[in-house]
């Protein structure tokens, strides 16, 4: 006969919920192989090893838990072995497909240099890295070829100019991405740089912050172009007005593309100035202590917002990391000018800054020392690296800026307003990148061109964003540009294999010619291969021109 329950009894106990990794609530057990070796040894700590066995004994030397994690802690990547095509990707061991060479990415936390800063980057390029130099779309920049030998004389260069590759990768706060034109542009809002200084100084390589669940991006920005994308950043601010209060910054959490993108959200406070840096550490802790840390799929900040809502997380963040309560504030009004800084465009202090695009950010060891002979030819000394892969040549008499606009197009740099060039992204790829199954950089190129020929004289409404991926994964954004490409590869009808991109259309962060970020929408079954990249964009801005309706931008 079945037995039913006795009342108050239960047929079986309950079982315990499942410890999601969050420190402060389930302990800080470590439950998957990344954090046992976060917890057993701090990634911060390798530097030592690097300096005192690996460099001296060669890559044979090095250990495989360092190689693999804890080398990114001071911006340290295996680059791909050369001639592996994207068909083997997937197939082969990471092992397999590593080289013993490095990417290494130095960071540069508002994108600020100097000539001298960039100068000492490309000579390491040069000396080092076979001359190889991109800029990120985070205002890094990236050299290759990097071997362990090295590294040690490479950080005794960049430090002894001011810069560091200390948390450029890993589960740590990353670059610090600050508006190009702070303290510098006549329009901005208020000079974030006070705050992207301090939060460097204070906080880049403090062990307290350095085993995060995982990776950490940071936005901050005062100018009214809103230029730092801060809605795919885990923890931003953006500078706003308050009406009574005067300017601040409106708090933005939990932004992030990969392969789950959903954007940040508002916290709805008012941050005074004076609170930045306290409020960004509180965010950070926050995400320390209570980030997933189980599954390493689910340990960006994203996931935790997603469930806990920004209402709940304004709560935490007041009443267990700051000790009072931030302000209410409006939120930061549509950017009526574009974030690119591309042009000819006037300073505070009366002087000029000139934005230039290198195509999908590809420089070289040479471009970056002829960038600074041009500037300083033209007594500028200051730089600035943006998020969309440009440049800023920073204080230009106005007597000058023509000279300097054509030493610069002579270098293969445009001020223009280019149809593609100005607007096209593209993340490493399979040329250095081990997760690549599709070359990039070279496919970007030719796309601008052979676009810019067939469409020259076209009159589009906004430039057309042009954003390629090598792999499933967003370094390069896909799923905010109006066309989106999402490297695989593409079976033909008699089931031939070759290299080319699922297509998102009509993406976008907020700007003057959209109101509100939106992500691109993948079609099933819009794919086209590298080779026939060119026709079919050419095809959609033609299909778009002709059936478009006034003031119909591409993605609405
Ligand atoms: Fe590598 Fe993929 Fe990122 Fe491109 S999107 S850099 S291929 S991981």
Redesign the pocket.
Known sequence: MKQTPRSGASARPARPKKSNGQWKIDGQEPLNKNEVDKAEDNGLNVRTRIEEVYSKDGFASIDPDDLHGRFRWWGLYTQRKPGIDGGRTAKLEPHELEDEYFMLRVRIDGGKLTTEQLRTIAGISNDFGRGSADLTDRQNIQLHWIEIENVPEIWHRLEAVGLQTTEACGDVPRVILGSPVAGIAADELIDPTPAIEEISRRYIGDPSLSNLPRKYKTAITGHPSQDVVHEINDCSFVAVEHPEKGIGYDLWVGGALSTVPRFAERLGTWVAPGQVVETWLGVTEIFRDYGYRRLRNKARMKFLLADWGPEKFRDILETEYLGYKLADGPAPEKPMTAGDHVGVHKQADGKYYIGVTLIAGRASGTLLTQIADLAEKFGSTRLRTTPHQKVLLLDIDEADIDEVVAGLDALGLSSRKDLFRRSTMA????EY??????E?KQTAADAVAKLEERLAGIDLPHPISLHL????????RIQTADIGLK?QLVTSEDGVQSPGFQVHVGGGLASKDRDEAGLGRTVRGLKVTVDNLSDYVEKLVRRFLAGRDDNETFSH
Not at 469 to 476: E, H
């Open positions: 993340c490493t790829g399979i990148c081990k997760l690549a199954i599709v990039t991926n090598g792999c499933p994964n967003s370094c390069a490297g």
